[in-house]
């Protein structure tokens, strides 16, 4: 809580932070029961029992609620414009290294970990990480870089979730141990190819 | 039960049933106590208050304990000859083929997907996939080709396992009802580029 609540605007009294407090907990309930897709600001304002605009007051977007409730350190999607923008040659080396480095970093790993362990036990936690990565991230990569073939996109995806499957979970090594540089260059060929061609 | 008490030799009275049965208990605590490596056929027996001979008589190997008490409907590593040996310009295709027709049997998928979450739930579970996969699945894979980057073969290993996460557990679309030929041309090549080059 400290990590997010740090991040609400000055001057907002405790009362504020009651308000913020509930609306977390409003969308957490409103995620798991309907998904992503299905959740909307207005429907997590009413279940909090606060205005809509108190909402986007503290949050912005949808997306942004998510991350906070998520209790994520920050946006991935926020990273996403650095790693289109740039040299298409070294496309597949940025996205390798912004996941890398976000996976690298505890205060993501724990809250993206329990994500995809709750798809794992749950059809609501399969539907909110899939509606999550579809929209907020591959949708984003999709645009961003004019692909039109979401199964390469995805293959791609499906590399770097393998990674950190095999390297934070499984715990293999030498996967487990290797630096990024190394694992930089082991498969940003390969999302390269996927993304770029 | 029913399916792998089926492979048991034939004209055993159902006392050997019990002691399969038995068996098979004895491994699944001692695997989830010690891990793969840890575990012996010995140990299993001891556990189980048989001779180790008789659990080498139902089963042959640790492996095959293992299997079996995982209730994998076969042992993968009973496959991996036949893509290992053959066309090397063809060991991608074979591998991502025979990787992709094990998952999609519901009766390997269900199980398999229990011993990946008991990964993401536990240091026990996570041990014992690691165990599994390196020593059964990719040992093997390293030994008959030759290879001497481990690295390598994780990084092919993870983009199968991304591939049927998504396929399967996030249930990402179009990943998730692609035809086994598509997703054959889309990750073989990959494959293909890690384990042969």
Chains 1, 2 share one sequence.
Not at 76 to 95: I, K, Q, S, Y
Request: no cysteine; aromatic share 6%.
């Amino acid at each position: 809580m400290s990590r997010t609540t740090a991040r609400r605007g000055p001057g907002r009294p405790s009362d504020g932070e009651d308000r913020r407090g509930a609306i977390l907990a409003a969308a957490r309930a409103e995620f798991a029961e309907k998904g992503y897709v299905g959740t909307s600001v207005r429907g997590i304002a009413r279940a909090a029992d606060v205005d809509a605009a108190l909402v986007h007051h503290y949050f912005g977007t949808k997306e942004r609620v998510f991350v906070a409730a998520m209790e994520l350190p920050f946006d991935p999607a926020d990273r996403l414009p650095l790693v289109l923008a740039g040299d298409p040659a070294g496309t597949g080396e940025r996205m390798v290294r912004m996941f890398l480095g976000m996976w690298s970093d505890p205060q993501f790993r724990a809250p993206m970990l329990g994500l995809v362990r709750s798809a794992f036990t749950s059809e609501q936690g399969a539907t909110m990480l899939r509606e999550f990565v579809g929209t907020a991230l591959l949708g984003r990569v999709a645009a961003g870089l004019g692909l039109t073939d979401p199964l390469r996109i995805e293959a791609a995806a499906a590399q770097l979730i393998g990674l950190v499957v095999l390297r934070y979970v499984v715990q293999l090594e030498p996967i487990a141990s290797a630096s990024e540089d190394e694992l930089v260059r082991l498969v940003a060929p390969t999302v390269q190819g996927y993304l770029v061609g």
